[in-house]
């Protein structure tokens, strides 16, 4: 069946360090992989999106690129903040891209913990 | 544009009372999910509605679990009898049209049982 692996956490970096939190996915055919943030106390947010291979997935510094040919989703940042310090998901749609809405399958999270 | 809204934000009750999780989606989204979130488990699917008529309630862990959603804009998970294992958050989401769409989630139901 289909699931996501991340990287277990947690990962603490000083401010401006990079990040990458590894993702790596099994499925059948061609989901759409998601990286959510939850801020504690929060629910979920969406952070980006990529719904095809090689396509990238960007927001607020943060990037993914879909990976058909390795199965993942790597997220990086380039220089961290203090505000970035929450957990990361990693997830994918269990349909393909278009078809009639799916479940979420969501990786165990990785939370990150950034230092001044 | 208001969000997923869920009540209560917090409950704590004892242990053989009902609990009920509310939750009103955002306008116009045809797709509603409620998940739970544990340590151990991390995020699971319980159950999801599309135009209001359950597509996939094989994640509902038991008897005890239900779920309704008599209309567009409000669902509730009901739990009866509750127990100390059900302590949890409850996350609704909503979405609209495709697979591929975004998720949205609101900020949770945390729920203790004594």
């Known amino acids: 069946g289909n699931s996501v692996t991340q990287m277990e956490g947690p990962v603490t970096l000083s401010e401006e360090a990079f990040l990458t939190i590894n993702c790596t996915y099994t499925?059948?055919?061609?989901?759409?992989l998601f990286w959510y943030v939850q801020y504690p106390g929060e629910g979920l947010q969406l952070l980006l999106k990529?719904?095809?291979?090689?396509d990238k997935g960007s927001n607020k510094g943060f990037e993914a690129t879909y990976r058909k040919e390795t199965t993942s989703f790597h997220l990086e940042k380039g220089s961290v903040q203090v505000s970035d310090s929450a957990v990361y998901f990693c997830?994918?749609?269990?349909?393909?891209?278009?078809?009639?809405?799916?479940?979420?399958?969501f990786g165990k999270g990785t939370k990150l913990s950034v230092k001044p | 544009d208001a969000g997923v809204i869920q009540s209560p934000r917090h409950e704590v009750t004892e242990m053989g009372q009902e609990v009920t999780l509310r939750c009103k989606p955002i306008?116009?989204?045809?797709?509603l999910f409620w998940y739970r979130q544990t340590m151990m488990r991390g995020l699971e699917l319980l159950i999801y509605?599309?135009?209001?008529?359950?597509?996939?309630d094989s994640g509902m862990p038991e008897d005890r679990f239900s779920a309704k959603m008599p209309n567009a804009s409000f669902s509730t998970l009901k739990i009866q009898p509750s127990e100390p294992r059900d302590s949890a958050v409850y996350f609704c989401?909503?979405?609209?049209?495709?697979?591929?769409?975004?998720?949205?989630f609101g900020e949770g139901s945390w729920l203790t049982v004594v």
């Open positions: 499925a059948t055919g061609y989901p759409s």
């Open positions: 509605f599309n135009n209001n008529v359950p597509i996939d």
């Open positions: 306008s116009g989204h045809d797709y």
């Open positions: 997830a994918l749609s269990d349909r393909e891209y278009g078809g009639s809405q799916g479940n979420l399958i």
């Open positions: 989401a909503s979405s609209f049209g495709r697979s591929g769409n975004t998720i949205y």
């Open positions: 990529a719904t095809k291979a090689d």
